[in-house]
């Protein structure tokens, strides 16, 4: 008898539609709303969809909380480099490295460990794709991008029906 998963395993269950709801939801409204990138809501959107409505708001706050961490530790580091006068690919390998050491370190002591990797992924995001001029402005809408999708997943998930909690 074969422990390998069969082509039987591959189904389509009931979080994995209001995942895809959830992001299709997300990303039609910020088309109808002319806000790019879309990608911090909808990856918030996919990350709050849980098990449970209770789970799925952790995790939401969880994604949020770990994007802000991610968002300001990038600013100021990006802030830092226009003070100092680096090559820019020697700035963006020491940047990093005190970026994700920086995140560490705050979420561990915010016992917020969960919130590592979405915080390091954030931080990327804006310090490596933000013009220097917009710092502010691109990293603000980045957590209100996060915010929206994660509040868009919960609602789905709560919303639509759940047989965990019924």
Known sequence: MST?????????????????????????LFEWW???????AALSAVYSMQQSHETSVNYGKFRIFGNTIGVVVAILIARLGL????????FRVLASMLGVLLIIVICNALNLSTSIINSTAT?????????????????ANRILDTIIGAMIGILINYLLPNHHTE
Do not use: C, E
């Open 4 to 28: 390998q998963p069969g082509w039987h395993a591959l189904k389509i269950g009931l979080r994995t539609t209001k995942t895809v709801i959830a992001v299709g939801v997300t990303l039609t």
């Open 34 to 40: 002319n806000r790019q990138p879309a990608m911090l």
């Open 83 to 90: 003070l100092i006068s680096l090559d820019p690919s020697v």
């Open 123 to 139: 931080f990327f995001v804006v310090l490596l794709n933000t013009p220097s001029t917009h710092l502010w402005d691109y990293g």
